[in-house]
């Protein structure tokens, strides 16, 4: 992918040129292939670091300007060769073969709702000269980020967080209710970031500015189809065909692409439908050294297996705690965000920039197909007893206690600043609950937490990294199936622990069942997890230790020290789980690398 950044201003702003090139600095890994900025009437600025995938040759450069039209542009456009052919039909002529240049001609033939016409992941900023007018555009489901700032009449936005604060525009004052949604949910909801004027584009919305006033509306959303009518049969055979285009589409690269394969179903069924596809694929799993005490399970031995079976060029890398140790300020920083979770993507990104420029990641299959365990708990709590369907819909308060770090009355007395607890989205209200569940970890958990750190992660390499099972087209064909579809009944022969024996992604199962090993579904799912445990009592545990001493706390005034040292007393009596002082830890060093280096 790459980094988009501008600034737009209806005073005029002082050095904004050096500024923006600043913050195009600060994103440079998402971007080494080439780094540009342009002026446009008004006064305004665009820039972008570009990672080449499409068309790598000079000409696919951004700022890419067709008549009065120019954009920047991060993403990838699956249908664009598509859409180009029927504009060429139409009479458009093209300079480049790029997807930024079909963007371009799109909104000189239908205008700004062009956007309900692409199938892929974008952000992008287009400015008009003729009507002398700002788009800024999301992805339905957040995929590619947009950050800005809008202060004192200037708009300054940017891929990253790093680059807007490089641009010494953006103050650097704590959202303390920003701070209590990542202590409950382990990651920042959106649009919501941890500085006070720095917001997130939501998903599937679009920044209009013109004339210097700013509004936002939904563009691009997500919603119920009507029912897939068909067999099993029939159900089997349009995924197979629909995940046979994606792939496709999602495959084209004129640079390197591989894959990650972790061992699970969602990334081995996407490895073996590409191997059908290709004649010779390489692809990475991360493992940890053994003998740490705390239970880890990496599945390097199930993606190994896999691979064999597929006969994919797999390579294992085995991670060590000093490996961690060193390189933790680098991924607190990388990540641009504080987060519970991220440190398995930046290891496996590390990877496998080392061979490839792309690679594809299964994440979305436990969304769509029923696999995280939150489902099966929101069908048995919402089973209520006849006498109580009287009462109100409490769907959203149920599902937020299936996860937290911290309970909310803890994570106020962490953040006693913070006022308002983050609401919960539920966009497909009106569905079942398989459906319902699905639209909040979409708006939430997926999006937040997994997408953007999987972003950041791949961008501090220089990597693209495409999610398949998160096309939209993918998205809406799994939210017309009946529930019977994700989840099936228990096998009697099950392993307990198997997918066999809880049923779900049946319809993924039953897609990879002639692909995959023999008795695939029927083995123990073993899941993947981290030694932070050990690690915190181990080589990281002064780190910590200074991280979240009185003195460091209370300098931040993030969190209050006294609740932040019971934390870290009761994990170290065995009395806390990892997640709380790995995320009060992981936030305080983010502050550290982020908000306190000069550079940005």
Not at 71 to 94: C, D, H, P, S
Not at 219 to 224: A, C, E, F, K
Request: charged share 20%; hydrophobic share 40%; aromatic share 8%.
């Amino acid at each position: 992918m790459c980094g988009i950044a501008g600034i737009f201003s209806t005073t005029q702003v002082p050095d904004a040129e050096i500024n923006l090139a600043k913050m195009l600095q600060a994103m440079r890994r998402r971007g080494p292939d080439s780094s540009s900025l342009q002026s446009v009437t008004g006064g305004g600025w665009l820039g972008h670091t570009r990672l080449a995938v499409i068309d790598p040759s000079p000409a696919g450069m951004q700022p890419m300007r067709r008549g009065p039209y120019t954009i920047v542009y991060n993403g990838e456009i699956y249908n664009f060769k598509e859409e180009r052919n029927l504009l060429k039909k139409q009479g458009a002529e093209f300079q480049t073969k790029t997807d930024t240049e079909v963007l371009l001609a799109l909104y000189e033939r239908y205008g700004i709702n062009f956007t309900r016409r692409l199938y892929g992941v974008y952000s992008f900023a287009l400015f008009d000269d003729n009507t002398q007018t700002l788009y800024c555009c999301r992805d339905a489901l957040g995929i590619k980020p947009f950050i800005y700032c809008e202060l004192n009449g200037t708009l300054i936005f940017a891929s990253e967080l790093k680059a807007l604060l490089a641009s010494g525009l953006v103050p650097k004052e704590i959202d303390h209710d920003a701070a209590l949604g990542l202590m409950i949910r382990g990651s920042v909801p959106q649009p919501q970031t941890l500085l006070k004027h720095v917001r997130v584009l939501p998903a599937g919305h679009m920044l209009r500015r013109q004339n210097g006033r700013i509004t936002l509306t939904a563009h691009d959303q997500l919603s119920i189809p009507a029912p897939f009518q068909g067999s099993p049969a029939d159900r089997l055979e349009a995924a197979r065909a629909l995940l046979a285009t994606i792939l496709e589409q999602q495959t084209i690269s004129d640079v390197p692409l591989g894959a990650f394969l972790s061992g699970g179903l969602d990334s081995s069924l996407m490895v073996a439908l590409l191997a059908q596809q290709r004649a010779s694929l390489k692809t990475f799993s991360i493992g940890f050294e053994p003998d740490l005490s705390t239970v880890t399970e990496d599945e390097t031995d199930d993606a190994a297996l896999v691979a064999a079976h597929l006969g994919v060029q797999h390579s294992v890398i085995r991670i060590e705690q000093r490996d961690i140790c060193r390189n933790l300020p680098a991924i607190a920083r990388d990540l641009d965000h504080p987060t519970v979770d991220g440190v398995n993507s930046w290891l496996v990104c590390r990877a496998a920039a080392q061979e490839l420029k792309v690679a594809l990641s299964g994440t979305g299959g436990d969304e769509l197909f029923a696999g995280y365990p939150w489902f099966a708990a929101m069908l048995r709590t919402r089973k209520r007893p006849w006498w109580r369907f009287w009462q109100s819909d409490d769907f959203v308060d149920t599902f937020n206690k299936q996860y937290f770090i911290f309970a909310p009355d803890m994570a106020r007395q962490l953040v006693p600043a913070g006022e308002n607890l983050p609401r919960r989205e539920d966009p497909f209200a009106s569905s079942g609950i398989l459906n319902r569940v699905t639209g909040c970890l979409l708006s939430g958990y997926t999006r937040d937490q997994l997408l953007f750190d999987m972003d950041t992660a791949a961008m501090a390499h220089s990597l693209e990294v495409r999610v398949p099972l998160l096309d939209p087209r993918l998205v809406e064909f799994a939210l017309s199936l009946p529930d019977d579809s994700k989840i099936s009944p228990s096998r009697a022969d099950a392993v307990p622990g198997s997918y066999a024996h809880s049923g779900v992604k049946r319809l993924l199962m039953d897609l990879g069942r002639p692909l995959l090993p023999e008795g695939f579904d029927n083995r123990a799912k073993r899941g993947f997890t981290m030694p932070f445990d050990a690690w915190l009592k181990g080589e990281l545990r002064e780190t910590c230790q200074d991280l979240l001493s009185p003195e460091t706390v209370k300098k931040r005034n993030i969190f209050d020290p006294i609740a932040v040292g019971k934390v870290r007393k009761d994990f170290y009596a065995g009395q806390a789980p990892w997640v709380q002082p790995w995320l009060l830890m992981m936030t305080e060093l983010w502050a550290s690398e982020v908000l306190d280096q000069s550079r940005y």
